[in-house]
């Protein structure tokens, strides 16, 4: 099984970029899709972004489309996600998730065999 590591978070002003990192080992991760979800205090978790098995194909939830970007380096087993123009609401513990390539067929339905610790991202003055 994929053991997966998220690092990059922090606190950012609004406005203000961050990149995530999400770095895996255990199993080849080129075999998997992989996504990145969010939960903020008192929500349920939600879907951000998600990559087919070499990042050719992103999808986006409509609230972070345009502002961030996943993306992956598989020779180096890390996926990205890229958060720029970050507005308080975007404050959560984001995490990374990964999923057989041949069950992900894009969008936020995420059959996760896997899911990373997950990272503090927090916006505000």
């Known amino acids: 099984q994929v053991k997966l590591v998220e690092s990059g978070g922090g606190l950012v002003q609004p406005g203000g970029s961050l990149r995530l990192s999400c770095t895996a080992s255990?199993?080849?991760?080129?075999?998997?899709?992989m996504g990145w979800f969010r939960q903020a205090p008192g929500k349920e978790r939600e879907f951000v972004a998600g990559c087919d098995w070499y990042g050719g194909s992103t999808w986006y939830a409509e609230s972070v489309r345009g502002r961030f970007t996943i993306s992956r380096d598989n020779a180096a087993n890390t996926g990205y996600l890229q958060l720029d123009g970050l507005k308080p609401e975007d404050t959560a513990v984001y995490s990374c998730?990964?999923?057989?390539?041949?069950?992900?067929?894009?969008?936020?339905?995420?059959?996760?065999?896997?899911w990373g610790q997950g990272t503090q991202v927090t916006v505000s003055k």
């Open positions: 255990g199993s080849t991760f080129s075999s998997y899709a």
């Open positions: 998730a990964v999923s057989p390539r041949n069950r992900y067929y894009g969008g936020p339905i995420f059959a996760a065999d896997s």
